[in-house]
């Protein structure tokens, strides 16, 4: 008997052929951003696609994936292959989330609703933003059983820290992400010269407006001095004046999995063990924050080894195929998220854009695994690459 695959995927798609259907999206996800650009406003467009400076950290992501290249094993029996892992705990049905991207009512008017129904029809964890423009009570609720995972932007203000965490507890929410490479935006020529930033459009605030102790903070109410609510939620949003020993208070205030994204030096993954954390994202933010940062697939080997096995590694900045996240769990990583390419599938058929992106990138991977060899991510190994030379 052979369980179903997520290669399947493949053999649906031609057969739906016979009737002349094809695919309404790309099954390279690569494409979808021209699609995208064609379809959303310059503003918004900008906003997803863009990048810290020149765009060198985007373009040495991309880089350094395609710098490793696979060597196929044969004859290993793998037509009964299995994508599970288990991640904080976990089972999850393949190495793969929907990483936090906030404010995507941007791309599409059912925005993080129709990420998280897309993301648990296949149990994949969608991992949701502070900044979302939907509040996370809401979101919960269209996530159903799935599994919740929120993201915090910590905030600077402790009592505002704290409701959060309450209220994602309450929500339903079992792991926090606590997102640490952007306590300011960073410096993003496409948007500084558009003047574009979603929060001035009433963009990516639902969490604060709905919260009590931030609204604690207003003189009046949102509705009668909007202007006064963005000015006190831009100075609430990020802090950096936070460091290490403020992380026992985020320690304390959550007693699940908690995972800190945007580590890239294997000294911040001891500290982040030794600070009580479970996991780490390799990440630099897709390339969004510190131009000309090392690229997150040359960090991840070395975050690895540094983490042993006391972190659980997650990696994400530049996936955009089955093979990447081969290559990333080849590095050691445990599982990857992916962002854009999920964002750009909502912005162009929504909910069901979504799932095309889960479902190709899945079955691209289960295909990628086979063909190398593989029944399962648990054998891949660094010995599985080779580093091209020029
Ligand atoms: C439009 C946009 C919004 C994002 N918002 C958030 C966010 O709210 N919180 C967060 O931790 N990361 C955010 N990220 C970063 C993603 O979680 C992720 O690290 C990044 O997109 C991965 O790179 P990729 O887009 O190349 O897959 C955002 C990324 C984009 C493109
Ligand atoms: O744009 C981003 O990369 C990001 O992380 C963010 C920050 C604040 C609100 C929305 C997204």
Not at 104 to 109: R, W, Y
Not at 115 to 125: I, Q, T
Not at 230 to 259: C, I, T, Y
Request: proline fraction near 7%; hydrophobic fraction near 45%; glycine fraction near 10%.
């Amino acid at each position: 008997m052979t369980s179903a695959h997520w290669a399947d995927f493949q053999y649906e798609i031609y057969l739906n052929g016979l009737t002349g259907a094809v695919p309404r999206l790309p099954t390279d996800l690569t494409r979808l951003e021209e699609l995208a650009e064609r379809m959303l406003g310059p503003g918004p467009f900008g906003y997803v696609a863009g990048n810290a400076g020149s765009g060198s950290t985007a373009r040495a992501n991309r880089a350094a994936l395609d710098r490793w290249r696979i060597v196929p094993r044969v004859l290993r029996d793998v037509h009964r292959r299995d994508l599970s892992v288990e991640v904080l705990g976990r089972p999850l049905p393949a190495p793969l989330a929907l990483a936090p991207v906030g404010v995507l009512s941007i791309m599409h008017a059912e925005a993080e609703t129709a990420a998280a129904r897309a993301a648990a029809a296949r149990d994949v964890p969608f991992i949701l933003s502070s900044a979302s423009s939907t509040p996370m009570e809401r979101v919960a609720e269209a996530m159903g059983d799935a599994e919740r995972w929120f993201q915090l932007y910590w905030p600077k203000d402790p009592d505002v820290t704290r409701s959060f965490l309450d209220r994602a507890k309450a929500a339903g929410y079992t792991a926090l992400f606590v997102t640490l490479d952007t306590p300011m935006l960073g410096w993003r020529p496409r948007d500084l010269d558009q003047a574009y930033l979603p929060f001035l459009h009433g963009v990516g605030t639902a969490n604060y407006y709905t919260d009590p102790a931030f609204l604690a903070g207003l003189a009046k109410p949102v509705r009668e001095d909007p202007e006064a609510a963005l000015r006190h939620f831009l100075g609430m949003f990020g802090d950096p004046a936070k460091s290490w020993p403020d992380l026992a208070f985020l320690r304390e205030h959550w007693d699940g999995p908690m995972v800190l994204k945007g580590v890239l030096h294997p000294d911040d993954a001891r500290r982040a063990a030794d600070a009580g954390m479970d996991g780490v994202v390799v990440s630099n933010h897709g390339g969004r924050q510190v131009a000309g940062s090392v690229a997150a697939a040359d960090a991840l080997p070395h975050v690895v080894q540094a983490a042993g096995d006391r972190l659980t590694v997650l990696f994400d900045s530049g996936v955009r195929t089955g093979d990447d996240v081969f290559k990333a769990l080849a590095l050691g990583a445990r599982a990857v998220l992916v962002g854009r390419p999920y964002a750009y599938g909502l912005g162009l058929e929504g909910q069901a854009g979504v799932d095309h992106v889960i479902r190709c990138l899945l079955a691209e991977l289960d295909l990628v695994l086979g063909l190398a060899g593989h029944a399962g991510p648990g054998s891949v190994t660094s010995g599985d690459l080779v580093r091209e030379f020029a």
